[in-house]
């Protein structure tokens, strides 16, 4: 039997957010101050030796990330926390900032430490605007306890674009402008807010940072999978008994999230797809149940962890129409800059409301998947790039779904 | 020095070029979209990408820049599907009228429409179904032939700093509007046309006129005459395919005879003759404590930029108007008059390298003569339309005269062409007239080039006179922000709204990159050392123009023919 | 409020039109033309920029709307849980179709996507507070709190 394990929740339900003092009597704010006796070359290696890796869907290794930005010169760096949790399915971020938003406060802390960086930014999903005062009383309550010198976190919204998920748009965003993404390089490291050095992170990934400094990389590094160690927080919804979340290793296996930890399918219905990582993450059918969740296990059956979101879908839906409603989504949702992404997700939704209506053929199928992989290496960014796996892996792992609507 | 092999051939390029311009350096042309040579790098087509062993994605060939040891390759059959079908997906969205568009034939998408042999488009044709902006006289918008480059934008908002064109919504539904997503004519708009040239398709032209033109010749009761401005005549050739320049100004004047004027005359003639009037009018303020620094005032945009900007500086401007406009006054009085013509039958047509020309020929003040003092206005490419449908081989006509009383020029009036012209043009005269001695070396050099803000000072005898030229209004504007700061240390400024000035103007064959306009300003240079007459003040025309009609600059018939006032815009929203 | 007051307050926030925007739709539920030109003016943008910006992010509207603005998420997730049937609800409570306000100008009508509420689908936002597990019948007493 697969166990939770509570790293970034390690404080859900035990603590009142808007009490610090509930989270210094946790240990809260401890592992800033030894981060802060250390000299920043050995914090940074430790935070490396730990192989953290981001958990906004990217997975690069976060201590590589921050030593970018700590050997770039310049005279103001920035660490942005990425709040804007906009994968449909996921609301993992939310549950650490309504019920421990000081640990992320602490992990960004750190992280300014490291890069040495004075300025941080909180870019908070327009549709969390109740989380904004929790938010401010915490960063206020850490400044007030003299907690956190030298270094000032300020909240910023986002106003309603997914794109500002992408590290570039959501730096474009806090600029003032338009959320949309920048071609990279340079990276945000180099170059990033007001072209000054910036990490960007996500707040599962700053949550786990605190403990990493208590308990130590090696620690960290032997939990879970070896090569994208640690633990993951699972949000699940769809056709699930167990529409909540969990945190757990990385060497769970999705079978195990589904079907212990989900409570499998309700009315003893048979499982019929889940999509993991978000909207943007492939669906995967009942033969590729026992890959573990971990990044590069994912990317071996052309699947992503992505935001660890899980969709379930039972035999009785209609995944055609599932992923013609998500095809409507990043069509909604391109920022339109890139010709490839602004035509293509466009087109993408078109040509699967036509099949969805009934109205296809094997021709539009063919098409889709040439568009599909044209997109997956030609756009901008991670958007377009993403967008058409739905599409791409229910026509390949489904397609009698598909042939059975044609005209 | 970076070295990396691009399709198997070894390259070494500078650090920090990219793998657009590694490409070109060994003959290798990556077919772009977005990019232009002038303007920021923006990698939204996605048109340029290419292989880089080694990454899974493809990189745009304009943004990548180049590593040590990379491999790169540019044709392989996975970039050739990718762009082809990035091209499809733009084509599908797209009208399908290149037989009626306005850029047949001189279109970026259309050329690699071709060089892509896109015959068939697997996506359903979908235009988006805008509404065409025709709501200003000198150019139109079809925004559904919009294909979201941005090249406008940045040639609007940067080069230009009027700001009339932004983005609207996201995604599928973005789009390049103006203002608020207003019309154009509501919005901050000078007209000067830049956009056009940055355009890579036919989503923004002129507000054509052929048709009323040869309306005009068909009809038995007109007659029609024109005026060429200084930029058109270095351009022109580059519309029938000789090198810029290269047509010779004899055969012009025939080719204009051939597709229907029946008068040739030459806006040089004018030009000449605003540097006696502006010259006085300079000489004038500085003796009696006018308004100063004085602002040139031949540039309708830069007019349109000063109302709309500036309105608090319009007493800067200096109150003669344009050659074209002083030109269109006398055609119809003086003109009418020594030739023996009705002006009423008089169809008065300009050719201009100039979009903002047509909204200035239409102002409801240029009317002094009596009747609109200029009736019509054709752009250098409309007149390359005339050529090219009339068929005439210029290789082969025989040279041609320019008709009398108001063609002849001298090489002063030529340079009103390029930035600095007007300047150069003006200090040659003004300096004669100050200090009695004649300027042995007309040259002026620190007044030309393409750099965007230059400056002078001149030294008359004694009386130094400071001068700045700007071209391209974003320079203007720092000049400007001087002057209303009270701190602009200058006698007089000329300004050209467009980029080079008017050899890079709004109604010029399209121009793609600044080396464009830096060859017609030698084209234009070339010219004036040419001639035999360099200052204005020695045109014979003139001269008799002033004995017999208007007796003096600045005097009461100058004024009521070839002076003018200015009026705020009140634009509500810059 | 006067627009211009309420923009004032975020002078010198350097990026900050985007959150002044947010106070701007707290109290007149849209951008109107002037306040976009306001804000390009204190926040040193052209007015076709500032409108670039507030026509790019779908929270932000330049179209008068609604006081109460009524989203329904239709992201995957609530659109396998029955979102259609609460978009029928509310369209026939309100009198509208999707998109459209209501004549006394008390609510407008809005599709958004995942609003990170997933363990509780179907789910709407009034005002941007959200209210989960929304069943067809719980719709007239939700839209009769802000009546």
Known sequence: ?407 | MVNLTIDGIKVSVPEGSTILQAASEVGIKIPTLCFHPDQSIKANCRVCVCEVEGNRLLQAACAMPVFEGMVVKTRTPKVLEARKTILELILSNHPQDCLNCIRNGNCELQDLAQEYCIRENPFEYKVRGFAKDFSTPALFRDQDKCILCRRCIEACSVVQSVNALGLEGRGYNSMVVPTLGKALIDSPCVMCGQCIHACPVGAIGEREQIDEFLAAVANPDKVVITQIAPAVRVAIAEEIGMMTGEMPMGTFVQGLRQIGFDYVLHTNFSADLTILEEGNELLKRLKEGGTLPMFTSCSPGWINFCETFYPDLLDNLSTCKSPQQMFGALAKTYWAEKMGIDPSKIYSVSIMPCVAKKFEAARPEMNDSGYQDVDLVLTTREIGRLFRMSGLDFSKLPASDFDSWMGKYTGAAVIFGASGGVMEAALRTVYEVVTGKTLEDVNFAATRGITGIKEAAVDLDGTVVKVAIANGLANARKLMEQVRAGESPYHFIEIMACPGGCIGGGGQPITKANVKRVERIEAIYAEDEGLPLRKSHDNPEVKTLYEEFLHEPLGHKSHELLHTHYHPKNKKFL | MDYKEIIARYDGKVGGIIEAYHALLREFSYLPEEAIAEAARVFKLSTAEAYGIATFYSMFSVEARGKNVVRICESAPCHVAGAADVVAALERELGIKMGESTADGKFALEFTECVGQCQATPVITINGKPYLDVSPAQIPAIIAEYK
């Open chain 1, 1 to 407: 039997m697969a166990e939770e394990m509570r790293i970034v929740l390690r404080n859900y339900g035990k603590i009142d957010p808007l009490k610090i003092d509930d989270y210094l009597a946790q240990g809260g704010y401890k592992s800033l101050e030894k981060a802060r006796a250390m000299n920043t070359a050995d914090l940074i290696a430790e935070v490396k030796k730990s192989n953290l890796r981001g958990r906004g869907g990217a997975g690069f290794n976060c201590g590589m990330k921050w030593s970018f930005a700590a050997g770039a010169q310049a005279e103001q760096k920035y660490v942005i926390c990425n709040a804007d949790e906009g994968e449909p399915g996921t609301y993992k971020d939310r549950l650490i900032m309504e019920n421990d938003p000081h640990t992320l406060i602490e992990g960004m802390a750190i992280c300014a430490y490291a890069i040495g960086a004075t300025q941080g930014y909180i870019y908070l999903r327009g549709e969390y605007p109740f989380l904004v005062s929790t938010l401010n009383t915490a960063i206020n309550q850490a400044k007030e306890k003299g907690l956190v010198k030298d270094f000032d976190i300020e909240v910023r919204s986002g106003a309603g674009a997914y794109v500002c998920g992408e590290e570039t748009a959501l730096i474009e965003s806090i600029e003032g402008k338009r959320g949309e993404p920048r071609f990279k390089p340079p990276y945000p490291p180099s170059e990033g807010l007001w072209s000054k050095p910036t990490i960007v992170n996500n707040v599962e990934t700053f949550a786990n940072i605190p403990v990493i400094i208590e308990k130590g990389a090696d620690w960290y590094a032997g939990i879970g999978n070896p090569a994208y160690p640690g633990t993951k927080v699972f949000t699940l919804t769809g056709d699930i008994n167990n529409r909540t979340f969990f945190e757990v290793p990385t060497s769970t296996t999705i079978r195990e999230i589904v079907f212990q930890f989900g409570g499998g399918i309700p009315g003893g219905k048979k499982f019929k797809a889940v999509q993991i990582g978000g909207t943007s993450g492939a669906f995967i059918p009942e033969a590729l149940l026992d890959t573990p969740v971990a990044f590069d296990s994912m990317s071996a059956i052309g699947a992503t962890l992505g935001s660890g979101a899980t969709f379930v879908i039972d035999e009785s839906r209609d995944i055609v129409d599932v992923a013609t409603r998500i095809a409507g989504f990043f069509e909604h949702e391109s920022c339109g800059k890139c010709a490839p992404c602004r035509e293509g997700t466009a087109r993408t939704a078109e040509l699967m409301e036509k099949i969805n209506e009934g109205r296809g053929s094997n021709k539009d199928v063919a098409l889709l998947e040439k568009l599909g992989t044209v997109m997956s290496y030609s756009c901008l960014c991670g958007l377009g790039q993403a967008a058409p796996a739905p599409v791409l892996t229910t026509i390949k792992h489904f397609k009698a779904d598909y042939e059975a609507k044609f005209v």
